[in-house]
């Protein structure tokens, strides 16, 4: 990380990097008005350059690339040959070079892939090391100058959860609650970041971490490589159709599966969000079990106090668990209870057109 947090009072700091300032919840508040800013520690950041470069990524990756815009914000992921995730990237191309914002523990291995791939063509993936990832809403992005060494300013605007040109959308519910996050990620000079540390060390600049920026996702529904990909995962057991993935483009690497498992079959996990019971305060773990009558049928991805829906979750379970099971979730103080709200249904995939349902209303705020 380029700049001290360890500067702000409160802070907590790990090696993922600022993790809070003694108050998650009032901090998640700030970054959703768009009062606060979030250093994102956790992420890294690559650069492709060369004149191959977006066909390049186009046919190693599920987004369609190959004409891509300057400024326009989209995802991609690469999969295996059976269709699994496993590498995910942010894209934003400035006409001279396409930056790729990533989860640091994915960075290493997605370069290295890269850099394996390159054969004869004009391309040169890079770690660009010497930037750094600053989240919240568009308007407080205003706030900081944004790297530009194109002349267009690097930031990244997040999709989710409207569905791309050639997506797919399995949430089967309207609004959906990532319709009211206003995101964005600017990548930013190690010399920008500590002007923006300054800058909130003499409180002219609010600052919220990465505990903050992490429940507003989950509550969005919004999956992350870090949280929500396993060995085994598709991208339709996560909704991550809607986003990352072209079904109409060319050929690359696990489309075939891509391609059966939308038209023909369906996922064998799904994504569901969690209303967990906050009678006592605890959260799961990632990994945690998620049971029906005491029988294991999936595992917690993300968990979170939201500042509004107090605790909740993701977790990936069968996809044959039922709809309306009722559902406990392990912890270390034993076992909660956890209402399931359906994100993917158990029917997506050949019948993926299913009826658009109305939300519930938010929970009152936990107290």
Known sequence: MGAAYSELPGAVIDEAGLQHLGNPVVEQRRLASGEALAPLGDRAVLAVSGEDRLSWL????SQSLAHLAPGVSTEMLVLDPQGRVEHAASVLDDGETTWLIVDRGDAEGLLGWLRKMRFR???DPREA?????????PAALANISPAAPAGLPLVWTDPWPAVAVGGHAYAAVEPHPGADRAWAE????????????QAAVAGDLA???LVAADALRVAAWRPRWASEVDERALPHEVDWLRTAVHLEKGCYRGQETVAKVHNLGHPPRRLVALQLDGSNSVLPVRGAAVRVNGDEVGAVTSAAFHHEE????LAVVRRSVAVDAELTVDT??????AAQEVVVPPDAGATANVPRLTRLSRRPAAQ
């Open 186 to 197: 600017a990548i930013v000079t190690h010399e920008e970041e500590t002007r923006m540390l």
């Open 121 to 123: 063509l004009r391309v």
């Open 332 to 337: 270390e103080d034993g076992v909660i209870a």
């Open 310 to 313: 107090g605790p909740i979750a």
């Open 58 to 61: 186009d046919s190693l990756s």
């Open 129 to 137: 090391d010497d930037h750094a990832v600053v989240g919240g809403t």
């Open 207 to 209: 600052l919220a971490g």
